[in-house]
C-alpha cells in the first residue's frame, strides 16, 4: 500500500489567497482524494519568509512544489495522482 501523499501549504496569517487555497485543498480532500495537510506559517523562519513571501500561497506535494501564489489545483491533483498510482 502506498503511503499517503504529503501536502504542505506554506503561508502566513490575514494571506487571503492563502486561505482559498487550505479551502480548495479541504474541498479536494472532502472529494476522497487522500493526502495529509501540513501547514507551514511562513512569519516563523526567517529563510521560509524571505524566499517565499513574494509566492505564497506555495503548495508542495511530498516536497515537490506544484503551485504558487494563485492555486493550481490541476498540478496539485496531478502530483497526488502520480503519487497514489
Excluded at 6 to 23: I, K, Q, S
Excluded at 36 to 42: C, F, G, K, T
Excluded at 51 to 77: C, N, Q, T, Y
Amino acid at each position: 500500500m502506498n503511503e499517503v501523499p504529503l501536502v504542505t501549504l506554506y503561508g502566513r496569517p490575514g494571506c487571503h489567497l492563502c486561505d482559498e487555497a487550505r479551502d480548495s485543498l479541504l474541498a479536494i480532500r472532502d472529494r476522497g482524494l487522500r493526502f495529509r495537510l501540513q501547514e507551514v506559517d511562513i512569519e516563523g523562519d526567517e529563510d521560509l519568509h524571505r524566499e517565499m513571501l513574494e509566492a505564497i500561497p506555495v503548495v508542495d506535494v511530498d516536497g515537490v512544489r506544484v503551485s504558487e501564489l494563485i492555486f493550481d489545483e490541476g498540478a496539485v491533483l496531478a502530483r497526488i495522482g502520480t503519487l497514489s498510482a
